[in-house]
């Protein structure tokens, strides 16, 4: 139980990587990113190609792909994405949706359907362990990818929060038209933002091959993964997509105690269950009412609220 | 639908029934693929081009038609109404979850049919009938003599093409209809308008999934095994996507044109495997940037203009 606790919160880190892409481009575009999984997956068969077939150690293979995968995400942004912004809401979800079944079976004709992991390329780090107090073992490898997720996490708040470049994806973010009467770019804003998006999809695609296996199919699943520790914390904060990341890892490690199809099962119930309770507090704030109906009844008792009716009034 | 157009309509479907006296029997599985097709893109064309709705999930529906016929046989029902009943039981799961679902928006949309119908796939798979990933066979059809059977497949997938395709001419024509065009410009539009929003995006999401679900019933009538990491595959909501953009989102005839497309690539390329796979994905992607009205809306927009040019308006 406490060690399923553990791996849990570990599984976190990498799925707050995965998901920090996805919700940044969200946040700046309003582009929901149905190929981010199989970008993901495109940036770890790009590392083993580099390490299988040109004998490069993982480190540097790394090192070379998170930037070309900073630019495969601009360019994508330059010349699909950037088109489809003007068009509609559906045109987007179409475009990627096709974009990502083009990757994934790219994969699949260039690497075939073995799956793959490069731990066998880390030696004695793969297996390593630590032993905390309590007896409690812990893999030296989830603790690092933790850490590793944390700090470029702390790296893009900071990048956020204190240079220009932060200011302006801020600012594009928030209200697009006052940005750019404030003389912010708004296409070299969503190049950078597609850039970080799609490089942080690498490595986080790299950082799963590490701890586990990755197949060419596999970005549909990584992409539900995302969207769903991106809804259980919460869509505008890197700290609460952690926390998403957390609950969903924490919640699949206990689901996988009950049974074998648990750890998928229990991750999409929890994302669908703080779905549902969204929508029933918006749906309650709607009618104008109180998100419990126990407390509902209670007022009613106490009188008519004028507060509430006009409350209701001013926001339709 | 008018009388001068019915009777056409009602001769090109006895034809059509009639077509295993004259074809071969692997000529009729591969039109019973085609029907199948066809009612896939109609019901993904409904929710995409006329309500607004891009689901990645329709697959639920396709296969737990699927499972509830299984189940159903396995309980005593003779075969056939069982996949009948097990497409309407599909139907009133959708009817169930719409009241949730439908009230996200686009991405959010997508993505959570997409995760229902992972839940749902994972559900049937707990089912002992169902032995997981092993999946199971529809071993009552083995009792038919394989030409009725094959003949009773197509005639299935036909009625249920025809059935759905008429239902959604009514509905569309109804004042569901331009309710739904409404909802499908602006819903924000439309609700102020007055239109009933959510009634009208529930009977597109449960006919869509009824179709669908037929579609899914005649597909395990004619493959008889149900497998199902293939029958909940989001490989069928791959082909619905590239179906209707590549026919056409808003027109009746755009999804039929895309089946059609689909299934002559398929019998040329299939064995391309992957690459064909990725190439119908960049296809799709390719069509919806380019050409968002699809072959067929690209040919009316066409044909509109060389008529003004003969009557000598200005284009």
Sequence with gaps: ?????????????????????????????????????????????????LVEQAGWSPWV???????????????????????????????????????????????YGLFGSQARSLADSLGP??????????????GQLPVLTFVLAVLVLAGLQALLARTRLGRAI????????????????????????????VALAGLAGTLLAVRATVEPYAGPLLLIQAFEAVVIGGIGSLWGTLLGGVLLGVAQSLGALVSPHGFQLAGHLLFLAVLGARLWRQHRHGLGLPVWPMRASHRRRAGPNPLGASRQGAHP | MTSRRFVPALLVVAVLAAVPLFIGASAVDKLTTLAIYMLLASMWGLMAGHAGLVSVG?????????????????GGLPVWPALLAGAVGAAAA?????????????????????????????GVMLDPLVQGETGTSLLALNAV?????????????????????????????????????AIGEDEEAAASLGVRVMPTKRAIFVLAALGSALAGVAWLASAITFLPRSNFSVQWSVLMLF?????????????????????????????????????????????????????????????????????????
């Design chain 2, 243 to 315: 179906m209707v953009l590549v026919g056409g989102l808003r027109s009746t005839a755009g999804p039929l044109v895309g089946a059609l497309l689909l299934f002559v690539l398929q019998e040329l390329a299939g064995d391309f495997g992957a690459w064909y796979l990725g190439g119908l994905g960049a296809v799709a992607g390719a069509f919806a940037l380019w050409l968002p009205q699809g072959l067929v809306g690209a040919f009316v927009q066409w044909r509109g203009r060389q008529q003004s040019v003969e009557r000598g308006v200005p284009a």
């Design chain 2, 94 to 122: 959708a009817w169930l979850l719409s009241f949730y679902v439908l009230r996200l928006k686009e991405g959010e949309f997508a993505i959570a049919t997409w995760v229902l119908a992972e839940v749902i796939r994972i």
């Design chain 1, 61 to 107: 293979a790394v090192l070379a792909v998170l930037p070309a995968m900073a630019v495969l995400g601009a360019l994508l942004q330059r010349f699909v994405l950037a088109r489809t912004l003007r068009v509609g809401l559906l045109l987007p979800l179409l475009v990627s949706f096709g974009l990502g079944t083009l990757l994934q079976n790219g994969l």
């Design chain 1, 125 to 138: 780090l793969a297996w390593a362990s630590w032993t905390l107090p309590g007896g409690l073992v812990v």
């Design chain 1, 1 to 49: 139980m406490t060690d399923a606790l553990v791996q849990g919160v570990l599984l976190g880190g990498y799925y707050a990587v995965l998901a920090a892409g996805l919700s940044l481009m969200f946040g700046v575009m309003r582009i929901i990113n149905l190929a981010h999984g199989d970008l993901a997956m495109t940036g770890a068969f790009a590392v083993f190609a």
């Design chain 1, 170 to 197: 801020r600012a594009a973010a928030a209200d697009p038209e006052a940005a750019s009467l404030c003389g912010v770019d708004a296409s070299r804003v969503h190049l950078a933002a597609a850039a970080i998006a």
């Design chain 2, 145 to 181: 003599p394989p030409a009725l059977r094959r003949n009773l497949g197509w005639w299935f997938a036909l009625a249920a093409l025809v059935l759905v395709f008429g239902a959604t001419r009514l509905l569309l024509r109804s004042a569901v209809g331009s309710a739904t065009r």
């Design chain 2, 58 to 74: 329709q697959q639920a529906w396709f296969g737990l038609g699927g499972y509830f016929a299984l189940r159903l046989v396995d």
